[in-house]
């Protein structure tokens, strides 16, 4: 679906739930590595609560179905967070890192980020035959032998990979999953294994 964006099915609120409870809890204050490791444990739970929801056979709308309760929940868990904080520095803390920046990052953010990335883009490498051949639908794909199963599990892991590691680093900046795709797309041909 060419309106899936990370946001939308749930792996990017989850990475924000989940450095927002390492900020809350004052584990991110205590640990480097606690607030990138609390975004990859929330994206990959979400994106497992997404597809648990879905059920095994799920086709792509109950996907984003799924994906946006998910989104919601995590959302407003957040919410209940910025409210229940124990003071208001934990809520200007959290509520500035969940407005999402680039800015007064070090090349030290950008190694942390980098494991779970490329271990994302590790997994999507050689999906891109599977993915031309989902563009023409999942029957299709199907009887071209593409194991759906395994490829929304790869995908899923990889975008949960990738995207709970950069969340965790710059914030929920919600409009870049949504439009770097569209940006890409006329690069590559408007061929997704590109």
Not at 48 to 77: D, K, M
Not at 87 to 116: C, K, Q, T
Request: aromatic share 6%; no cysteine.
């Amino acid at each position: 679906n060419p309106l899936a964006s990370p946001g939308l099915v749930g792996s990017a609120s989850g990475a924000a739930l989940g450095a927002s409870l390492a900020l809350y809890t004052g584990l991110a204050a205590s640990s480097w590595l606690a607030l990138p490791l609390g975004g990859v444990m929330g994206s990959l739970l979400a994106t497992l609560l997404v597809y648990t929801l879905a059920g095994r056979a799920a086709g792509t709308a109950t996907l984003i179905l799924a994906g946006v309760a998910v989104n919601s929940i995590a959302l407003a868990l957040i919410s209940l967070l910025i409210n229940l904080a124990p003071s208001p520095y934990a809520v200007r803390e959290i509520v500035l890192w969940m407005l999402g920046s680039i800015a007064n990052h070090s090349m030290s953010d950008f190694w942390i980020m980098l494991p779970g990335t490329l271990l994302g883009w590790t997994l999507l490498a050689g999906t891109g035959r599977p993915l031309d051949a989902l563009t023409l639908g999942e029957e299709t794909a199907h009887t071209l032998g593409v194991n759906l199963d395994r490829l929304r599990w790869r995908i899923f892991l990889a975008v949960a990979l990738a995207v709970g590691s950069a969340v965790s680093i710059t914030g929920a900046i919600g409009f870049i999953g949504l439009v770097s795709p569209h940006l890409m797309r006329p690069l590559v041909g408007f061929q997704p294994g590109k």
